[in-house]
């Protein structure tokens, strides 16, 4: 028995509502909480993600139980993958007696990277979310999203200039509609095999002449990476659709280029 119904103290939010109005969506936002997750290679990567936790409410009933979101994260222990996150939701709608509800998970991942020639190794951070949603019309639909920072030469400076080439730091994201797992680490590989030239957390100077060079030699606009970028995923049976965007913070600018791709995506 719960401390509550111990004490006899009433159940305010489970009264019966009059105004006859569903709610889509209510719950907890922006709640921190430590997890791990589940890295390529099987390991548990900790992090601190933030939660967006949110149910339908039925026109009948007065309020949600807040209490039970922070509950399901106290018992949830597992890694977050495909599977686990999907336990999740499905818990979540269980426990607060709905039929429709949202996820969002988001939080910084690390993968450790080699520098192309000294081999020297170092973490690189990746913002990730995943977004999880069921409802009666479309079911569950979970979308993975990364946001990887990239180098970018320009095709038309290098073309006119006698020597040189402006370049920029890169921000893809990737925000693929899953139908079967997917690590995050291959959803990373698919932005950085796009660009220019990876970038790396610590480089020596015999790394930092490769990645210029390799820069030069694979100029792309941000049209060419949102393209090649699309032109993987349309091969990947495991997606249902897809956002691709990419945004270069211009060196000789003082605004940004950017370009997006969607196709078959989750709805907002």
């Known amino acids: 028995m719960l401390a509550d ?15 006859a109005i569903s709610i889509d969506c209510v719950g907890i936002k922006s709640i921190r909480y430590p ?7 099987g390991r548990a990567q900790p992090s601190v993600a933030e939660f967006d936790m949110y149910v339908g409410l039925p026109p009948d009933v007065k309020g949600t139980h807040m209490s039970r979101f922070v509950e399901l994260l106290e018992a949830h222990g597992a890694p977050l993958d495909y599977s686990t996150v999907r336990q999740l939701l499905h818990d979540m709608l269980d426990r607060l ?5 949202e996820l969002e998970i988001r939080f910084p991942y690390f993968i450790r990277k080699r520098a192309p020639v000294s081999g020297v190794e170092s973490a690189l951070d990746h913002l990730v979310k995943f977004s999880a949603r069921h409802d009666l019309t479309e079911g569950f639909r979970l979308r993975m999203e990364v946001t990887v920072a990239a180098t970018s030469l320009c095709p038309c400076s290098k073309e006119i200039s006698k020597y040189g080439a402006h370049n920029q730091r890169s921000h893809i994201t990737i925000g693929a509609d899953l139908l079967e ?3 995050i680490e291959e959803l990373v590989a698919v932005a950085e095999r796009a660009a220019s ?7 020596k100077r015999g790394d930092e002449k490769f990645v210029t060079e390799r820069a030069y030699d694979n100029p792309k606009f ?11 995923l349309n091969a990947e049976s495991r997606l249902c659709g897809y956002t691709v965007q990419a945004e270069n913070f211009e060196s000789i600018h003082n605004h940004s280029a950017y370009a997006r791709i969607t196709r078959n995506a989750m709805r907002a």
């Open 35 to 41: 997890i791990t997750v589940r890295a390529l290679d």
């Open 197 to 203: 030239c990876e970038v790396y957390g610590l480089l």
């Open 5 to 19: 119904e111990k004490l006899g103290l009433p159940d305010i939010q489970a009264s019966p509502d009059a105004r």
């Open 222 to 232: 941000v049209e060419d990476l949102v393209r090649d970028i699309a032109s993987s």
């Open 181 to 183: 797992p997917m690590a």
């Open 97 to 101: 007696g709905a039929d429709h509800g």
